[in-house]
């Protein structure tokens, strides 16, 4: 089903405006814990009293580039997500502005025609992050990927589905040794074909640490630097996948496939680069 993204973007955009004309003091940006820096709490509370967001109430994962929380949807969030068959309580991702990578994910924006031009600016291109994460789950949710619902996102947070059962988060596939069966395998690389050639996307960072198993159903999570198959090393990026996923699993004992063999399986029916429409 897709998103009400549209109606939530227009007015978090007024607000937007209201925060853009007012003047920023430097320590709005200073980080006052190891996530939350007052610039983050302001966009936070803004989305708190527009009535997206009720409470935070727990941490899931603190890593260093992000923080991931558990929250409640406010009461006009619950109304937005009801389209989506979502409720509470959701999942809250926080990217710290202070530590990601430029130089590193610059390589997964540039080449990808859906931000061909964009401003250098660091905020700018920190809310281009975020937002290419929204976009990649928007369009694996809609071919029906096992992923995470994206809500919404502001600046440097991202609200999405909670992939998890009575409110607790399912576990990573790096923690699950029982998940780590022949299945299990076929289904990862079952989807990472979906992936490519329903939603046209290669995750490019595919590892047991951003796999959660449920109900011996692996969810993909963490998308914002999963690139279109038009991006000139997607299938460099889709070779080192398998071969992250195909080596976990031979490591621990399970018949794998030959890694070029799914390549080509893959890859069979790739349409010329120049022919793609996005
Ligand atoms: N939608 C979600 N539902 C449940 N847990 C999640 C979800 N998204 C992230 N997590 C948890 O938060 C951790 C960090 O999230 P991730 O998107 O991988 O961020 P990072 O870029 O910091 O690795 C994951 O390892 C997972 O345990
Ligand atoms: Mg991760």
């Known amino acids: 089903m897709k998103p009400n993204d549209k109606k939530i973007w227009n007015i978090i955009g007024q607000d937007e405006d209201r925060w853009r004309k007012k003047k920023k003091r430097s320590e709005d940006f200073q980080t006052v814990d190891a996530v939350i820096d007052l610039y983050t709490a302001k966009q936070l509370s803004q989305l708190q009293e527009k009535g997206f967001l009720g409470s935070i109430t727990g941490t899931i ?102 992939l998890g059962k009575d409110g607790v988060p399912y576990p990573l596939l790096r923690y699950t040794p029982d998940a780590v069966t022949k299945s299990t395998l076929t289904q990862i690389l079952d989807q990472t074909k979906q992936l490519f050639q329903r939603a046209n996307l290669v995750h490019a960072d595919l590892s047991p640490f951003n796999i959660l198993m449920g109900d011996g159903t692996p969810y993909f999570i963490d998308m914002s630097q999963s690139v279109l198959f038009s991006h000139p090393k997607a299938l460099e990026f889709l070779k080192r996948d398998l071969r992250n996923i195909i080596s976990f699993f031979s490591m621990r004992g399970i018949e794998v496939p030959d890694e070029s063999e799914i390549f080509d399986e893959i890859t069979r029916d790739y349409p010329d680069r120049d022919l793609i429409i996005q």
């Open 61 to 162: 994962a603190s890593g260093k580039e992000s923080g991931v929380f558990l929250a409640e949807l406010g009461p006009e969030g619950e109304k937005n997500c009801e389209a989506l068959s979502l409720s509470s309580p959701i999942v809250v991702k926080i990217f710290r502005t202070s530590t990601l990578n430029f130089k590193q994910i610059i390589h997964y924006i540039d080449g990808d025609r859906r931000f061909q031009k964009y401003s250098k600016k660091t905020h700018h291109i920190i809310n281009l992050w975020v937002e290419k994460e929204y976009s990649n789950l928007h369009r694996s949710s809609l071919a029906e990927i096992n992923v995470p619902k994206p809500i919404l996102v502001k600046k440097n947070i991202l609200l999405m589905e909670l």
